[in-house]
C-alpha cells in the first residue's frame, strides 16, 4: 500500500521560512517523480513544485519561483519543500504527490498518488 505523509506545516510569519518534508512508503520510490500542489480555501489544487527522480529536474510555478524549492533524498524516501519569504497569499494546505516515472509531472492528472495534505498559515 502506498502511503505519503507530510509534516511540517503551521503558522508562520509573512517573510519567514518552513520545510515541508513528505515520506513517502510501498513504492519504489527512487524511480518516481514527486510534486508539491496547494489548495487555498474556495480555489483549485494547483501544482506549485516538482522533481524527477534523481533531483536533478525541477520545476516552480511563478508564483514561488525564487522563494521555494524542492528537493529529495532518495536513500531517505522523503521529498523537502523548503520555503523562504513566505506571503499571506501561501497560506493553503500543501499537498505532496507521486508524479509520472523518472520524469517531472506538469499536470495533476499525472499525479496517482496523495498525501493528506499539511496546512500551512501565513500571518503576523
Known amino acids: 500500500q502506498v502511503q505519503l505523509v507530510e509534516s511540517g506545516g503551521g503558522l508562520v510569519q509573512p517573510g519567514g521560512s518552513l520545510r515541508l518534508s513528505c515520506v513517502v512508503s510501498?513504492?519504489?520510490?527512487?524511480?518516481?517523480?514527486m510534486g508539491w500542489f496547494r489548495q487555498a480555501p474556495g480555489k483549485e489544487r494547483e501544482l506549485v513544485a516538482a522533481i524527477n527522480w534523481t533531483g536533478g529536474s525541477t520545476y516552480a510555478a511563478d508564483s514561488v519561483r525564487g522563494r521555494f524549492t524542492i528537493s529529495r533524498d532518495n536513500a531517505k524516501n522523503t521529498v523537502y519543500r523548503q520555503m523562504n519569504r513566505v506571503k499571506p497569499e501561501d497560506t493553503a494546505a500543501y499537498y505532496c504527490?507521486?508524479?509520472?516515472?523518472?520524469?517531472?509531472?506538469?499536470?495533476?492528472?499525472?499525479?496517482?498518488?496523495w498525501g493528506q495534505g499539511t496546512q500551512v498559515t501565513v500571518s503576523s
Open positions: 504527490a507521486v508524479g509520472p516515472p523518472s520524469g517531472l509531472g506538469y499536470s495533476r492528472k499525472e499525479y496517482n498518488y
Open positions: 510501498g513504492r519504489i520510490f527512487s524511480r518516481d517523480g
